[in-house]
């Protein structure tokens, strides 16, 4: 059996420690919080039926979810077939992150009532991050052999929720009392709240510092070619349209995109939005960081060990274990009362969560062929981001019409149940040979001309 390169699966997951800590601490269990306490005031109770704080800061924070998510869908299949074509994936990959960062940075100068800005702010900086992942994805196929995907993709995972908890931990003692000498820094509305902003800053830096040796020492193997713009716009779409019209070819991989369009929902709204229930639904304050640092714990743990699972016994059935355990957490999280309640299911969560993006991950990469991998990971984001659309679009829709957050996150379970039901009927092993099929038929055809 062949082995990865080490150095280079190493320069591979630091990227995931560096830049989940924008998606930690932006995305997931700081900002939101306080976009939805902080910067969005009074003034924008007109834009919902509901009039309290925290409900229409969720309510705008599913739109911004939802408007990145949109960009993201319509870009990355042809971005991913651009840079399969000209052997530029790291290039499309560094532009996209140094985005992240700048927009990051930005936000910082953001404060109450500017609701607008922090918004457009945050989608362009979502986008980045976003798009910079599907070039990041893209690289697991030539880092890791097909007997070690598995693994790489979990370790690669499991280092992204040890960076993001770690970093998570720094801003602990920015903002609360919980670490020694804690908060670090002034905050409250006389202090212009520098102890929240700054947390962005800290983002930004670790996002750079870790994403270094990617940058600077992973080189990517495909031939360099290139072209004028108008072609590569031609190339793209041509690739693209090509791609799709095998996609029936490759009906297995269809099943799987299907699938996690739907159990995606799920955890894409779970993940974003779970600052804000906890602090709407429980009233539970800065204590909810220790919880968040627990949930990344479980998440890397997970994600590490559920590798060798994935290796062992294949992606499909270790995404039924994830999605099985998803939905349990999901009915705990919704109908217990009790912050103890919420502790257990957020523990499960964060243990299944990151097997679940793991192995999604890994098996796609095993049932498209390794000429298509960039492109065919454009339609894998396409999947996630309509999913980052439909998830918190449905959150948001039903939190608008009730006001009542229990019940729209319930109806998140019903996206992990659903998703369970289409997975069933991905068959995985003839996938993978038919992957390798296409594979060795398209170096065959390349090797006679």
């Not at 996209?96 to 936000?107: E, H, K, N």
């Not at 992942?133 to 697991?140: D, G, I, M, Q, R």
């Not at 159990?263 to 304050?285: E, F, Q, R």
């Not at 994935?310 to 705990?332: Q, S, W």
Request: net charge neutral.
């Amino acid at each position: 059996m062949s082995t990865p390169d080490r150095a280079n699966v190493r320069r591979w997951a630091l990227y995931d420690f560096g830049s989940s800590a924008f998606n930690t601490l932006v995305v997931t269990f700081i900002y939101s919080r306080f976009f939805a306490d902080v910067i969005v005031t009074s003034g924008e109770a007109a834009l919902t039926v509901c009039t309290t704080g925290d409900t229409v800061g969720a309510i705008l924070w599913t739109r911004a979810i939802n408007v990145s998510a949109l960009i993201v869908a319509v870009l990355m299949p042809v971005l991913g077939a651009v840079a399969d074509y000209s052997g530029r994936k790291k290039l499309f990959l560094v532009g996209f992150a140094l985005q992240a960062i700048v927009f990051t940075c930005l936000l910082f100068f953001v404060g109450p009532g500017q609701a607008t800005a922090a918004i457009l702010l945050f989608v362009i900086a979502n986008v980045g991050f976003e798009a910079a992942n599907v070039f990041y994805n893209a690289f697991l196929p030539e880092i890791a052999t097909k007997e070690t995907m598995g693994r790489v993709s979990g370790y690669g995972f499991f280092l992204g929720y040890i960076g993001g908890m770690i970093c998570l931990v720094f801003a602990l003692g920015m903002v609360t009392e919980y670490l020694p000498g804690g908060p670090w820094l002034p905050g409250g509305e006389a202090a212009g709240y520098l102890n929240v902003r700054a947390t962005l800053l800290l983002v930004a830096v670790w996002f750079t510092v870790f994403s270094l040796p990617l940058f600077l020492g992973l080189e990517e193997r495909a031939e360099r070619r290139s072209a004028g713009v108008t072609d590569y716009a031609r190339i793209g779409f041509g690739r693209l349209a090509n791609t799709l019209h095998h996609l029936r070819d490759l009906r297995e991989a269809a099943k799987l995109l299907l699938a996690r369009m739907i159990y995606n929902d799920g955890l894409v709204t779970v993940i974003s939005l779970a600052a804000i229930y906890a602090g709407a639904v429980l009233g539970i304050g800065n204590e909810f960081i220790l919880i968040a640092i627990a949930l990344n714990v479980a998440a890397g743990l997970g994600a590490w060990a559920f590798g060798f699972v994935d290796d062992r016994i294949g992606g499909k059935k270790t995404l039924i274990i994830t999605l099985v355990g998803l939905t349990l957490a999901g009915i705990v999280g919704v109908t217990w009362t009790s912050i103890a309640g919420f502790w257990v299911a957020a523990t499960v969560i964060g243990i299944m969560m990151g097997p679940n993006q793991s192995a999604s991950r890994s098996l796609f990469a095993k049932l498209v062929p390794e000429h298509k991998h960039g492109e065919m990971f454009g339609l894998f984001a396409f999947s996630g981001k309509m999913s980052s659309l439909l998830g918190p679009l449905a959150y948001g829709t039903v939190l608008s019409a009730t006001c009542d957050h229990r019940l729209a996150m319930g109806t998140i379970v019903l996206f992990f149940v659903v998703g369970l039901g289409i997975l069933g009927f991905v068959r995985e092993e003839e996938g993978i040979r038919l992957a390798q099929s296409l594979h060795e038929e398209y170096t065959a055809t390349n090797a006679r001309a």
